[in-house]
């Protein structure tokens, strides 16, 4: 036991233990973890002090891929097997890809579900095995700051997300052994932390009234308007969009240097990532400057360009039509929220991409207010989610926070002649269940194929297609007789189950609704299990970490309670005994072998017990000394 580790009979030794969880930014440049400390949000960074993980990850062949900073120096030199912006494919079938085109730049297949595979020399990797591995670097980043296994985490989306990209987050997650406590709209997490620092800097006092957050990241952009008022944040309306965002400027000023220099159209992809980095390196340099100078030196592919000079004016010219888009969908939203540009109290700007002094000039001139950057935009999400981590993990009791989200897309049925009968409207808040009863459509039918589409469009061609599930045994009767009630249930995380049941015979079929091209069960289970051949080697590490924590613990306490009173207490051959066990527990912490350094930290407190009972012993006099027996 360890020195003066004192509970009571029964009960819990670290009664106020919290229990550790983070909120996660899986972002589409960078990545973020974040946790809530001594009442504070904040982000955890890596050993050298750096909190942004790039959203990259390289796959090696017979080693286990590297993600970050590491990765990204490989961007150019080893392109095809660094996957970048991966975010932007999460949850899209191969022919949505290919709509894409340039901008992804990969070789791909798809597989049995449609989800588009890369090509790499470990194999094909889908965007969830991208992304459980960006997650997996984040969840061990957690545990090392926080010394501790986590019970679960907050995962941040894209409020434009569908269902199809919030499940593909989820089987990620699931992938890489995170618990989800919940999917959390980005838009809503930037709100709970803006809510809370404004709280906090006006002595107590909750912000109140309707807020926009412009939200734009490297690949995603999300508008959301929301009224804040008694700890209850509401989103009144969604909107955006999940293919556009800080990677479209960098591509957009890529393709004006294309085409300065008049370099052959077919590039290989070494090249093209050349110029990106390029065009990213003076999009920074631009948010301070009015000048960037540009040099190809380096230039893969043999030939010689001379530098180029780009200016704050031909950026801002090359990057209206982009921010046009996103100016376009926040009008759409606030109409939809049937909130005017006049009563918008606060505008709070989220997302890297939000630096770009443009961005905020045309920002400023719709609202027409100058709009809040006083959270770092990068970091504001992730702080957000660890705010509502701490709450789902149970540490918090009594102000809790009140999160009214919505459904970013409608979701429907196909009726006959292709067309979508809406069941549940977007922007609904959820969790949510909505009901419809629907008929047959010809004498004696006893099955009904559904369709679940999602969408705004009157055409099934025009929605995207979520799940197919069959309702049989429907007894035979006329035409129109039949009465089969259709129920649309959507969770807080935004996922859907939809379920169908004949009224008359009771007869009935549900289904979980999983997209076409996200991961099987059995796909799961098949990448879970082939995890497995590490588990060994991952159980001995943590084994050997907490054994470590539990030795420069012991250590510790033995070494300040000898400074306190070990020469008053103890012989100097008493002394030098327990100084003896010390190095050599240290020598064994030092070790790989975890079985050595418990038993050692055994060794250790038999050592220091008796030194431990005199302590108490001393105590206990010093305490009572002077007392009479009538006075205690």
Not at 26 to 45: D, F, K, N
Request: proline letters at 3%.
């Amino acid at each position: 036991m360890a020195l003066l580790q004192i509970a009571e009979p029964g009960q819990s030794a670290k009664p106020h233990q919290r229990k550790l969880a983070v909120g996660i930014d899986l972002g589409t440049t960078h990545s973020l973890v974040a946790s809530v400390r001594s009442g504070q949000a904040e982000t955890l960074p890596n050993s050298r002090g750096e909190a942004l993980l790039p959203s990259v990850v390289r796959y090696l062949v017979d080693e286990s891929p590297q993600v970050g900073v590491k990765a990204a120096a490989h961007l150019v030199d080893d392109a095809a097997n660094t996957v970048m912006s991966v975010k932007r494919l999460m949850g899209r079938g191969i022919e949505d890809v290919k709509r894409l085109g340039s901008n992804m730049p990969y070789l791909f297949e798809a597989c049995d579900q449609g989800m588009p595979m890369i090509h790499t020399v470990a194999g094909l990797k889908s965007p969830v095995q991208v992304s459980a591995d960006i997650l997996r670097a984040l969840v061990q980043r957690g545990e090392s700051s926080l010394g501790g296994e986590l019970v679960g985490a907050v995962i941040t989306v894209p409020a434009y997300f569908d269902d199809a990209q919030r499940q593909a987050t989820k089987d990620a997650a699931q992938l890489a052994g995170i618990q989800v406590l919940r999917l959390l709209n980005e838009p809503t997490a930037a709100a709970v932390a803006y809510g809370l620092e404004q709280q906090e800097a006006n002595q107590g006092e909750q912000q109140q009234g309707t807020i926009a957050v412009f939200d734009l990241g490297g690949g995603t952009f999300d508008i959301s308007v929301l009224r804040m008022e008694q700890g209850v944040f509401e989103v009144l309306a969604t909107g955006g969009d999940s293919a556009l965002g800080g990677d479209d400027f960098d591509h957009a000023l890529a393709q004006w240097m294309h085409q300065q220099r008049q370099i052959p159209q077919q590039l290989d992809l070494a090249q093209q990532r050349f110029l990106l980095r390029l065009a990213r390196a003076a999009k920074e340099r631009l948010s301070t400057e009015n000048t960037a100078s540009l040099s190809f030196e380096g230039w893969p592919g043999g030939d010689v360009y001379s530098d180029l000079i780009l200016s704050l004016e031909q950026m801002n010219e090359l990057l209206d039509p982009i921010i046009s888009r996103a100016i376009r969908a926040t009008k759409r939203t606030l109409r939809d929220a049937k909130v005017g540009l006049d009563e918008v109290a606060e505008v709070v700007m989220v997302g890297g991409s939000t630096r770009s002094l443009r961005v905020q000039e045309r920002v400023t001139e719709l609202f027409q207010r100058q709009p809040l950057t006083s959270i770092d935009p990068d970091r504001v999400v992730a702080l957000g989610a660890a705010r509502q981590a701490d709450v789902l993990a149970g540490n918090q009791s009594g102000e809790e926070l009140l999160l009214l989200d919505v459904l970013p897309l409608s979701l429907g049925l196909e009726t006959m002649g292709g067309l979508v009968e809406r069941v549940v409207d977007r922007n609904t808040p959820i969790p949510v269940a909505r009901a419809q009863e629907f008929t047959t459509y010809q004498d004696g039918q006893t099955a009904m194929a559904i369709h679940v589409l999602q969408g705004e469009r009157e055409l099934v061609q025009d929605c995207r297609s979520l799940s197919r599930f069959e309702l049989r045994g429907i007894p035979p009767m006329a035409a129109g007789a039949a009465k089969i009630r259709v129920t649309f249930q959507v969770d807080a995380d935004g996922l859907l189950e939809v379920s169908a049941r004949e009224l008359t015979s009771g007869v009935a079929a549900t289904v979980q609704v999983k997209p076409s091209y996200g991961l099987s069960d059995q796909q799961v289970a098949d990448m879970i299990k082939a995890s497995w051949s590490n588990v060994e080697d991952d159980r001995s590490a943590r084994s050997l970490r907490e054994q470590q924590v539990e030795a420069d613990r012991l250590l510790e306490a033995v070494t300040m309670a000898l400074a306190e009173d070990g020469e008053r207490l103890l012989t100097t051959q008493a002394q030098q005994h327990i100084v003896n066990h010390m190095e050599q527990l240290v020598l064994a912490r030092n070790g790989q072998d975890h079985h050595a350094i418990a038993k050692q930290i055994e060794v250790m407190a038999k050592a220091s017990d008796a030194y431990a009972a005199m302590r108490m012993d001393d105590s206990i006099k010093r305490a009572l000394a002077g007392k009479s027996v009538d006075q205690l």
